[in-house]
């Protein structure tokens, strides 16, 4: 497998993701879905959880769209709650696996297969958005994911959504000593790209930097109301990927914003150009 930082446009992204997402689904949610569990609503690898966090406010009656869902234990969770949950994910195989639990649960998650740069759901139909390290990451263009979100919104609706913290691009993605030594420019905007054996790209994850995502979200119409920087909780040793005890007790590994719609428009919803 070729390894890159190197330019790839949105539909090369896209395609990428989809593909292997669909491929991954399968070990992806046999390695984490306990951690995740069926209806939790876990933000992060470091395993700040909701129901005590309260990121999101009072959600019981409230309509939400998850984005970048999953198998849905977000959404599930939600749902527990008294909310009214919609999912969207890129990927039909973590869609699959939502269906699965559902069936099991014995509960209904509404789920739609779509794009995060174009929703399809019509201006302000939902009254707050959430995404726990889904979709942002993996676009091209998270001005778009982010207008988009705006749009589906009603006015002063919230939108919070994890992400890898920015500052983690300097390090090595290395759970172990290693990754305590940063060896790359944080600057450096350049997208992770992994190659099939074709040199088409078959993976691709973008980095931001802080000022980035707050430029982003701003620029969307949206106003940064919070920002946690979650800290590795004590006794908490699992690792998951470049996340582990070592690593956490000194480095952040994850950024969650939260966002509100303005509450009066001052210009038309704008879909984000395909």
Do not use: K
């Not at 705006?150 to 609706?157: I, K, Q, S």
């Amino acid at each position: 497998m070729d390894v890159g930082r190197r330019p790839v446009s949105r539909s090369q992204t896209s395609r990428a993701n989809r593909g292997w997402w669909d491929g991954a689904a399968d070990d992806y949610q046999a390695e984490h879905g306990g951690f995740l569990r069926d209806d939790g609503f876990v933000w992060c690898p470091e395993g700040l959880d909701e129901a005590g966090a309260r990121l999101l406010g009072e959600v019981a009656g409230r309509r939400i769209l998850e984005i970048g869902c999953g198998a849905g234990q977000c959404g599930r969770w939600l749902l527990g709650q008294g909310a009214t949950v919609v999912g969207a994910d890129l990927s039909h195989r973590q869609l699959q696996h939502s269906r699965r639990i559902d069936m099991a649960a014995g509960v209904r998650l509404p789920v739609v297969q779509a794009d995060a740069e174009t929703l399809p759901f019509a201006d302000g139909s939902f009254d707050l958005a959430c995404s726990a390290y889904g979709a942002l990451p993996f676009v091209a263009d998270a001005a778009a994911v982010l207008a988009e979100v705006r749009r589906v919104l009603r006015p002063g609706g919230r939108f919070v959504f994890s992400v890898s913290h920015p500052v983690r691009w300097a390090f090595p993605d290395d759970p172990g000593p290693r990754g305590l030594t940063a060896d790359r420019p944080y600057f450096d905007r350049s997208p992770y790209v992994e190659y099939d054996d074709e040199g088409e790209p078959s993976y691709v994850e973008h980095h931001r930097t802080m000022g980035d995502w707050v430029g982003l979200i701003t620029g969307a119409g949206l106003t940064l109301t919070g920002l946690t920087e979650p800290e590795w909780p004590p006794g908490h040793d699992r690792a998951w990927g470049g996340w582990s005890p070592l690593r956490g007790r000194l480095l952040p590994g994850t950024a969650i914003f939260q966002c509100t719609a303005p509450f009066q428009s001052t210009a038309p919803f704008q879909r984000a150009a395909s």
